[in-house]
């Protein structure tokens, strides 16, 4: 009589012992890292300290020695001195090839650089590591062993919980045939059912679908958030809540600018849908005079705004997405409003990507400020008809670089 679920204690330890090597080697490399840090930072102080009188004039033997000097250190693959022209004034180190973090540090000589010092350390591979443990891997593996001897040993169960189990499992089979039994009944009384149902609802009248009413006078700008790894579904309330309500603050600053410049009233623009997991949605009929280019300009002040706000959040550990927009009119041929071709454009795009859909006459508005390129690879009508705005006319930037500077100043001196 063998003990119970030994293949799946037998998974259990092998699972074990790699997580456990896993951990082992982790923090073996982690430890290296840091002594590497520690050392690189320290050789390259040291070597700038030596070498430094010796750059200006520079004196190649003497520079020589020091690298060599240096390199005798076993963790040492390459030492380079540089003059201020970045030309190599010398060189040391016996595994040059080898693969390393590279430590540099400039030599100032009366706050004037004359020159760079630069040290490979070798960074140990996975076999190296391995073998420096070998001994604590060994270890491991005769506990786990150990376990499963012991494991044997101990849950192998006597004759009389043997012929009780039996017994148990003997029961349990008639028990089960006896469900069996009863499931094909309600299964079958299921099917009856059905059936009786499908057969009623044949003698009922078909309800009229309802017209697809598209509107055909509206343009729709749409801001999505890319999200590649889908870091939103892993985000609390808490965290995406403020992060969205800064967004559309930076939004509705934008269409304010926006608006003011372009000559129209905040009555013209309509908030489809606030920043939320899906972005946002607004919308504009496009009878009103410069409508489009109101529309593209928000587009390109909230990427610049975008832009901002993920290089400092990122720089403080922050959640942040990069972001996205498609401006779209109605597509009859796909059956579409403006608001869903917006949304369906805006899927085709990677982050910091424009682009737009509307008819040819209102490209025209556009088209002597912007830069208009057709969409790579288009898959149906929607993307063949569409453009991506590949850059602006100096006067464009200029207008969104005062717009995105006027919105992230006012923003300071709120916090402030």
Not at 219 to 225: H, T
Request: aromatic share 6%.
């Amino acid at each position: 009589m063998n003990a119970p679920r030994q293949g799946l204690f037998a998974s259990l330890l092998i699972v074990s012992f790699a997580f456990h090597t896993f951990l082992l080697v982790l923090a073996t490399t982690h430890q290296l890292n840091e002594n590497r840090a520690s050392q690189g930072q320290l050789m390259t102080s040291q070597l700038v300290t030596d070498s430094i009188s010796e750059m200006e004039p520079a004196n190649t033997v003497s520079l020589a020695l020091l690298a060599d000097r240096y390199a005798t250190n076993p963790s040492v693959a390459s030492i380079r001195i540089l003059n201020a022209s970045k030309q190599v004034l010398a060189t040391g180190g016996q595994t040059k090839t080898r693969e390393g973090e590279v430590f540099v540090r400039d030599a100032l000589q009366n706050e004037k650089k004359v020159g760079t010092v630069e040290i490979t350390l070798i960074k140990p591979s996975i076999g190296e590591i391995l073998r420096t443990q070998w001994l604590a891997i060994i270890v491991s593996l005769l506990i786990h062993g150990l376990l499963w001897l012991a494991y044997r040993a101990i849950a192998r169960p006597s004759r009389s919980e043997f012929l009780a189990r039996i017994n148990n499992e003997s029961r349990l089979k008639h028990e089960i045939q006896s469900l069996t039994q009863a499931l094909e009944q309600e299964k079958h009384n299921a099917a009856v059912a059905i059936a009786q149902a499908q057969k009623n609802a044949q003698h009922q009248p078909k309800k009229e679908q309802k017209p697809i009413v598209l509107d055909n006078s509206s343009l729709a700008l749409n801001i999505q958030f890319y999200d590649p790894k889908q870091l939103l579904d892993t985000v609390n309330k808490t965290v995406s809540g403020p992060y969205f309500n800064l967004c559309q603050l930076f939004l509705n600053k934008t269409v304010d600018l926006c608006l003011q410049y372009y000559k129209l009233n905040s009555s013209d623009i309509t908030t489809v849908q606030k920043f939320d997991d899906h972005g946002a949605v607004i919308s504009i009929s496009a009878e009103q005079p410069n409508a489009l280019q109101c529309l593209t300009m928000i587009s390109a002040v909230f990427q610049l705004l975008s832009d901002v706000l993920y290089k400092r959040y990122r720089e403080e550990k922050r959640f942040v997405l990069q972001t996205r927009s498609a401006i779209s009119s109605s597509v009859e041929a796909m059956q579409l409003s403006s608001v869903q071709a917006a949304e369906r454009l805006v899927l085709q795009l990677a982050a910091k990507e424009n682009a737009v859909h509307v008819p040819n006459h209102l490209l025209k508005d556009i088209s002597d400020h912007f830069q208009l390129v057709s969409l790579p690879n288009p898959t149906n009508v929607l993307a063949r008809h569409a453009f991506m705005i590949n850059g602006m006319d100096s006067e464009a930037a200029e207008l969104a670089q005062s717009f995105r500077t006027e919105i992230l100043k006012s923003k300071q001196s709120k916090a402030s």
